[in-house]
Each structure stands twice: as C-alpha cells, then as structure tokens.
C-alpha cells in the first residue's frame, strides 16, 4: 500500500523536485502532476461537503481504505476541480463492487483498463466531452477525471512496481473517459435502459481494451452498416469469443440515426450483433477451444462448422451512442466477468 499523504509535502519544494520524487516513489503515471500540497488539498476538500476521513470503499490488491482524502490526493494530482469529485467516489464504489476484476486490472498481462461512460444532466453541468461535436469539445474534464481514477486505483489499491502487469502499459491508460452523447441518440441513453430517469446522473465504468476504428463502406442501410460491425467484432483473438466477456459498440450518431431509421431498436442491434459476428469453429486452433466456457466447450468442441458467437447473450453487448458528425464508430473487445457497474452520482 501507497502511504500518499499530503501532510509531507512542503509548500517551497519545487514542481520540479517533487515531481522527480514522486516518479521515483512509483506514484505517478509518468506524466507531471500537480503537485498534492497540504493547502492544496485542504483547499480541494473545502469544495467536497464529505468527512476528509470517510472511507469510500476498500480497494485490491492492496485492501487499502480509499478515504475521501486519499482520493482527493490524486484527483489533486491529475488536476481535477472539487465539482469533479462525486463522479470519481461514485466510479470508486462502482470498481469496488466486484474484488475480482479490480484485481484483474492491476495484475493482468491484457491490456485491459476501466473505462467510464457518464450520462446525465452532469455532462453539460461539467463540460463532460462525448467527442468534437459532441456535447463539448473539450477533453479537459474527461482527462482529468480519467487520470484520477488510474492514480488512485495505483496508489490506494496497488503495490507499485508488482501489481501493474500489461505487455503494453500506454494503452488505454489514460482519458479513458466519456459522456454518451444523448442529444445525437435516436434511443433512450444508457441510463435510462438501467432504469435510471433522464434527469438523473450517472457513473458506469466498463472493463475493455482499446478501441478498434470501424468506418463502413457499404449502402447505408442498417443491416449493410452492422454487417461491418459484425465483421469486425467476429476473430479469433479476443478474450470475447471465449464467452466470458462483454464487449462495448460506440455507435457515433451518424450511424445510429441510419441504423435506428431502417427500424431498429437498440436491442435490436444487439441481437444483430449477437445472431451474425461468429467464427467457425473450424478456425480456432485446439489449443484456443479447452479455454472456451463450459457450456461452450459442451455445445461447439465437436461441430466444426457451428457458427461460435462472441458473447454468450445478445445482452452481453453494450452500445452506447458516443462521438460526433462523420461516419466513424468504434469497437472494444471486453475483458472476463462481470465489470460492468453503474450508479447514480451523488455527493
């Protein structure tokens, strides 16, 4: 456990020395930080109507209390504002749900980061960017708030130097943070699915690997469109078509509008998704199909012309509507189990 306080820190201590120091304490994320003074931090908390000593939650690997104050430490350090702060304890209770895949963060060899998608009046409250043209064009708050949950997932709940894993530690590590673009969605947004009323905000934090470009060249029609997406989505070498992972589709609002004309709903999407992104069986190495689920090995080991899908459910697929004009969406393979949690935002 990372013992970052703010109380070490001198005020007459140079940007520079301090930053030096926390690079070579492991307490950064290699780029400079702000440094988390004293005043600073008193200055931040004034801002956050909470207990400085309330424990949010209890984080892996470390099991280390993250309390209102060691999360304000590396919101200070990512440069976040105060209004920032319930968006990051509401994502803290959300990686904190579930031990396993918080764990599997900091220890795994994929490149596999949490990704927040936030809905809500809060993303124009803030200036939350769901892409040029979106919301805003502003990627400040999304960096920040982003920079903040990986400084705190490392510094409270890892052990620098042992419990970071990736072969390719750059990727998705940082800005990995958006707003659904509602305004340019034909559908109700993602909150609203869960339950939530439009007018309330909220927080889902998402565990997938970095984003493949998907940028169609057929007609235009829905099934045209998604049959590139399926195409795309459909391989071989993405822990998805082991079924045990949720994948996430951003549609840019382009594609939606055209896909939501030709008649269909977002669940129908999904189950488009689900019916036609397959691999044949026959082109999995042997070795690939003892790590296949059970149920999978039960039903596909010994068919090797079935038609093998990429998530056990239609619903295992997460669409969310993100970006701006153009006809440029995205797709991220998910990671193994359950790492998709959303709650409301509150202080």
């Not at 307490?27 to 801002?47: A, S």
């Not at 409250?125 to 990986?150: F, Y």
């Not at 970071?164 to 340019?184: D, K």
């Not at 869960?194 to 057929?218: K, N, Y």
Request: proline share 8%; aromatic share 10%; net charge negative.
């Amino acid at each position: 456990m990372v013992e970052l306080t703010s109380s070490w820190v001198e005020l007459d201590d140079s940007v520079e020395a301090i930053n030096a120091e926390f690079h070579h304490r492991g307490w950064t994320d290699g780029h400079p930080i702000i440094p988390p003074t004293e005043e600073r931090v008193k200055k931040f908390l004034e801002g956050v109507p909470r207990d400085p000593s309330e424990v949010v939650a209890v984080l892996e690997a470390s099991k280390a209390e993250a309390t209102v104050e060691k999360i304000a430490i590396n919101a200070v350090m990512a440069g976040c504002r105060p209004e920032y702060m319930p968006i990051i304890v509401t994502a803290v209770r959300c990686i904190a749900e579930e031990p396993e895949p918080f764990y599997t963060w900091l220890t795994t060899a994929h490149s596999v980061s949490p990704l927040l998608i936030i809905n809500g009046p809060v993303r124009a409250q803030l200036g939350i960017s769901s892409g040029v043209g979106g919301t805003t064009v502003s990627w400040e708050v999304n960096a920040a708030i982003a920079r903040a949950i990986r400084l705190l997932i490392y510094n409270i709940g890892g052990v620098p130097g042992a419990t970071f894993m990736h072969s390719y530690g750059w990727l998705v590590q940082y800005s990995y943070c958006m707003a659904e673009n509602e305004e340019g969605s034909p559908w109700d947004p993602y909150h609203v699915d869960c339950g939530f009323s439009a007018d309330q905000s909220t927080v889902t934090v998402l565990s997938v690997e970095p984003p493949h470009h998907i940028e169609p060249r057929s007609s235009g029609s829905a099934q045209g469109l998604l049959g590139v997406f399926c195409d795309s989505m459909a391989t071989t070498g993405c822990r998805n078509v082991m079924g045990d992972a949720f994948p996430v589709v951003l549609l840019c609002p382009d594609h939606a509008r055209a896909i939501a004309a030709g008649g269909f709903s977002k669940e129908d999407v999904k189950r488009f998704l689900y019916e036609h992104a397959r691999v044949p069986l026959y082109r999995f190495d042997p070795g690939h199909l003892t790590r296949f689920r059970p149920e999978w090995q039960k039903f596909y080991m010994h068919a090797p012309h079935a038609l093998v899908p990429m998530v056990e459910k239609a619903s295992d697929i997460y669409v969310f509507v993100v970006g701006g004009p153009g006809p440029n969406s995205l797709f991220m393979p998910g990671f193994a189990g359950p790492h998709y949690f959303t709650r409301e935002i509150q202080m």
